[in-house]
């Protein structure tokens, strides 16, 4: 999924708050996951994907952590 934004403002000069366009939203991000200059009114693209392969990664994580935690109450 693709979604338009503009950089609406950078707060105390960390928090890069973009205002989502087609989209009724705000996100709040931090400056340093940007590798381009950034500044206001700059219009990014912003695409969202799953990531089926480190979701399941996780739930095994989870599921392992709960049986030994199971396993430790006997």
Do not use: A, S
Not at 26 to 53: Q, S, V
Not at 60 to 73: A, G, V
């Amino acid at each position: 999924m693709k979604v338009y934004g503009v950089i609406d403002r950078i707060e105390d000069g960390k928090i890069v708050v973009v205002n989502l366009v087609d989209r009724d939203g705000i996100m709040y991000l931090p400056k340093e996951m940007f590798n381009f200059k950034i500044y206001e009114g700059l219009w990014l693209i912003i695409e969202i994907n799953p990531d089926e392969e480190e979701t399941n990664k996780m739930k095994l994580k989870i599921k392992k952590l709960q049986e030994k935690l199971l396993k430790r109450k006997k």
